[in-house]
């Protein structure tokens, strides 16, 4: 008797760490193409999973990747990190409204400091 397995073209795993060894958590952001386009668009959606110190925070297969990024390039994990290290007052306020508990203690304890960590290893022009 054979299992039935999931295969997961995986693309990317970014680790972060955004904090001095032993003073924070650290980051970790997998992707990976979901086979499938957003809309009328055409653009791939990815997959994606973040997760502090092991524990995950945001999962999804809903991520837009622009057209002209390849969807494993250091500008699309950028973009993705964009939406991910979003805070209160960078956007509208519904946004945050599904957030869990854990999710919102990191856009207050860690978001600021992970976006600025994105930005420093893949530019401010993403």
Same mark, same amino acid.
């Given at each position: 008797?054979?299992?039935?397995?999931?295969?997961?073209?995986?693309?990317?795993?970014?680790?972060?760490?955004?904090?001095?060894?032993?003073?924070?958590?650290?980051?970790?952001?997998?992707?990976?193409?979901?086979?499938?386009?957003?809309?009328?668009?055409?653009?791939?959606?990815?997959?994606?999973?973040?997760? =502090?110190?092991?524990?995950?925070?945001?999962?999804?297969? &809903?991520? +837009? $990747?622009?057209?002209?990024?390849?969807?494993?390039? !250091? /500008?699309?994990?950028?973009?993705?990190?964009?939406?991910?290290?979003?805070?209160?007052?960078?956007?509208?306020?519904?946004?945050?409204?599904?957030?869990?508990?854990? =999710?919102?203690?990191?856009?207050?304890?860690?978001?600021? &400091?992970? +976006? $600025?960590?994105?930005?420093?290893?893949?530019?401010? !022009? /993403?």
């Amino acid at each position: 008797m054979t299992k039935n397995t999931i295969s997961i073209d995986f693309l990317r795993t970014c680790i972060f760490r955004p904090y001095r060894k032993g003073l924070g958590p650290v980051f970790t952001l997998r992707t990976w193409d979901t086979h499938s386009l957003m809309g009328d668009m055409q653009r791939q959606l990815l997959g994606y999973e973040l997760k =502090q110190d092991g524990v995950v925070l945001f999962y999804g297969q &809903d991520f +837009g $990747c622009s057209p002209i990024d390849p969807i494993d390039s !250091d /500008r699309c994990v950028a973009a993705i990190m964009g939406f991910l290290t979003l805070r209160p007052g960078d956007t509208d306020a519904d946004y945050f409204t599904e957030y869990t508990a854990s =999710q919102l203690a990191f856009t207050r304890d860690h978001a600021e &400091d992970l +976006g $600025c960590e994105v930005m420093r290893r893949f530019g401010v !022009d /993403r």
